[in-house]
């Protein structure tokens, strides 16, 4: 069977269980931490896939302060040897929760510390994209100084690069292709 499909399942039953309780704020911010402490660290990746270490995982996660049914949900996926699928997921949890709230998620990436105009713009893509779906956009936004200019947004799987970088990259493209004509 897909993995994909597998943690899909596990995810819309952790769901089900957080809208039964009433928690799912808590659970899905544990979540986006369990998913960050596994994009950070490649020695936790390893850990989860090797079954002589779940044990020692399920111990650890016992002494930390989390929600019963995020507990749970590790000991389900533990006991059914799918702690490995345990970041596709918690990815497909946080992306039922966020949908079933309306809610849709973006990343907005400028080239320094949002100032007075920064802060217009992200309020006029919020406002805009709001207005576009119906939905409430979660708006994160990230420093790159490697985008020289403009911005980057990244909207569920949609990216407008805007970015003094990119359009660099298009005029260098467009000049190597008409001097390869020439020569």
């Known amino acids: 069977m897909n993995t994909g499909i597998i943690a899909s399942r596990y995810a819309t039953a952790l769901l089900k ?68 699928d345990i970041a596709l997921a918690l990815k497909s949890f946080e992306d039922q929760y966020y949908q079933s709230r309306g809610i849709i998620r973006g990343t907005l990436v400028l080239p320094s510390e949002p100032d007075g105009d920064s802060s217009a713009l992200e309020a006029r893509i919020k406002t805009l994209i709001e207005e576009k779906t119906g939905m409430t956009l979660l708006l994160s936004t990230v420093v790159d100084p490697s985008i020289i200019g403009g911005f980057v947004l990244e909207v569920e799987d949609k990216l407008l690069d805007a970015s003094v970088s990119r359009q660099l990259e298009i005029i260098r493209r467009q000049f190597v292709e008409k001097n390869r004509r020439i020569v």
């Open 17 to 84: 269980l957080v809208d039964e309780n009433g928690s799912g704020e808590i659970v899905v911010a544990q979540a986006r931490m369990i998913l960050d402490a596994l994009a950070s660290s490649s020695e936790l990746r390893r850990a989860v896939t090797d079954p002589l270490k779940t044990s020692v995982i399920l111990s650890k996660a016992k002494d930390l302060d989390i929600a019963p049914e995020m507990r749970r949900f590790l000991e389900i996926l533990a006991r059914n040897g799918r702690l490995g």
